[in-house]
């Protein structure tokens, strides 16, 4: 089966929005692919602001989320492998989700399978967050 993670990401990020709160996103900034602006990292990992107001051609796809967004006034792309993904939460009351290990889940520290040159972006007119596939539930305890 595929990870359920980024089915997850894109439901919670609805989900935080719908409750008019930030998405915001928790990732491990040392995973192989990550693409972010190191001077922000602490301890190894970053919180984005992944709010429609704070970036701009949102994607969440299977492999990673990306999206343009301003910087100390600098426009930057960042790219992040889902698999470096560690938390999804709404910044005023912290309800979201913390991911843990998945099995089927690529190991986050293989190479990407291509060379990444520069950020996809979101064809016009697209959704900025979009489903591939059929999602999956399972229980967590």
């Given at each position: 089966?595929n990870?359920s993670?980024?089915?997850?990401?894109?439901g919670?990020?609805?989900w935080v929005?719908d409750n008019?709160c930030?998405?915001?996103?928790?990732?491990?900034?040392?995973?192989?692919?990550?693409?972010?602006?190191?001077?922000h990292?602490?301890?190894?990992?970053?919180?984005?602001?992944v709010s429609?107001?704070?970036?701009?051609?949102?994607?969440?796809?299977n492999?990673a989320?990306?999206f343009?967004?301003?910087?100390a006034?600098?426009?930057?792309?960042?790219?992040?492998?889902?698999v470096?993904v560690?938390a999804?939460?709404?910044?005023?009351?912290?309800?979201?989700?913390?991911?843990?290990?998945?099995a089927g889940a690529?190991?986050?520290n293989?190479?990407?399978p291509?060379p990444?040159k520069?950020v996809?972006?979101?064809?016009l007119?697209?959704?900025?967050?979009?489903?591939?596939g059929r999602?999956?539930l399972?229980v967590v305890k």
């Amino acid at each position: 089966m595929n990870p359920s993670r980024p089915y997850l990401m894109r439901g919670l990020y609805e989900w935080v929005l719908d409750n008019d709160c930030t998405p915001y996103v928790l990732v491990d900034a040392n995973i192989l692919g990550v693409q972010v602006p190191m001077e922000h990292v602490n301890d190894g990992q970053i919180v984005l602001n992944v709010s429609p107001s704070a970036v701009r051609d949102l994607l969440i796809n299977n492999d990673a989320m990306s999206f343009n967004a301003r910087f100390a006034g600098v426009t930057q792309n960042v790219y992040v492998p889902i698999v470096a993904v560690l938390a999804i939460y709404a910044k005023e009351n912290g309800e979201g989700m913390v991911f843990g290990n998945e099995a089927g889940a690529p190991d986050p520290n293989t190479p990407p399978p291509e060379p990444l040159k520069e950020v996809p972006k979101a064809p016009l007119g697209s959704e900025k967050v979009t489903s591939i596939g059929r999602p999956s539930l399972t229980v967590v305890k």
